[in-house]
C-alpha cells in the first residue's frame, strides 16, 4: 500500500463530499482533462454516497459543477480494480511482477471489454490512476 496525497483542492472537495452525503471518502482525484472528480470512499459507505434515488451524489453534483464518479475502497488490490471497473463484471485480477515493475491483468467478458476502457479510455485511465496511488502498480491491461 502507497501514501496517499491529495491536493487543497482534493481536501476541499473531500470536506464537501463528506458533509453532504455522509459518507467516507479516503481519496479524491481532481480529473480535469476529463471534466470529472473521482471519489474513493470507505467499504461500505457506496450507499451513504449515492443516496435514496441518487439524492446524495446530485447534490454533491451541484455543488461542484462537475461529473462525479464513485469507487469503493477495499484492501485487497483485486477486489478494489474490479470496483474501479465497475459495472463490468470482471472474471479474475492477476498482479504480476516484472523487471521491478507491478502490473494488474484484468479479465473481462469480451462483451464487456469496450466498457472496461471506456469512451476515449476513460474507465481504464480510472482504473490505472486509482491502481497506481493505491497499490503502486505501474499499469493496468485488460484482457
Known sequence: MTEVKLTTDG???IALFESLTRAVARDCVVDDENE???FVVKKGDMGLAI???GNSINR???SIGKHIEIVEYSEMVDEFIA???QPVSVKKVQVVSKDEK???YVEVMSKDRGIAIGKNG???QKAKVLAQRHYG???VIIQ
Open 11 to 13: 481536501i476541499r472537495y
Open 36 to 38: 470529472r472528480i473521482i
Open 51 to 53: 443516496g435514496k434515488n
Open 60 to 62: 454533491v453534483k451541484k
Open 83 to 85: 470496483n474501479a471497473l
Open 102 to 104: 507491478k502490473f494488474a
Open 122 to 124: 476513460r474507465n481504464i
Open 137 to 139: 502498480l505501474d499499469d
